[in-house]
Nanobody
Framework: QVQLVESGGGLVQAGGSLKLSCAAS????????MAWFRQAPGKEREFVAGIRWRDANTYYADSVKGRFAISRDGAKNTVYLRLNSLKPEDTAVYYCAARYSSGATDYTGRNEYSYWGQGTQVTVSS
């Protein structure tokens, strides 16, 4: 049983930073890709950033490129999302997700992810 547990959300002022963590358990993730999605009130859940576990290739949405950084720690089975230069429009619930990555070329589609965490709230005040 795969479990993803997010932590690290909170309230921060615009321009500030946060670091989210996603602790993964239940299997070996070497053939998986991990990603962060976010969902603001009244909006669709959208891709933020992804990382392929085996080679640490990363992928970002244009809206966060240069501000957010995804990374993983294999020893801890944990994926991180560093959020810098936060804007009020970054306010959302952030979800960690996992999918099998073999043969995949696009990591942005939420329907391709099989496992999801419970989410962590990020609120950016202006």
């Amino acid at each position: 049983q795969v479990q993803l547990v997010e932590s690290g959300g909170g309230l921060v002022q615009a321009g500030g930073s946060l670091k989210l963590s996603c602790a993964a358990s239940g299997r070996t993730f070497s053939t998986y890709a991990m990603a962060w999605f976010r969902q603001a009130p009244g909006k669709e859940r959208e891709f933020v950033a992804g990382i392929r576990w085996r080679d640490a290739n990363t992928y970002y949405a244009d809206s966060v490129k240069g501000r957010f950084a995804i990374s993983r720690d294999g020893a801890k089975n944990t994926v991180y999302l560093r959020l810098n230069s936060l804007k009020p429009e970054d306010t959302a619930v952030y979800y960690c997700a996992a999918r099998y990555s073999s043969g995949a070329t696009d990591y942005t589609g939420r329907n391709e992810y099989s496992y999801w965490g419970q989410g962590t709230q990020v609120t950016v005040s202006s």
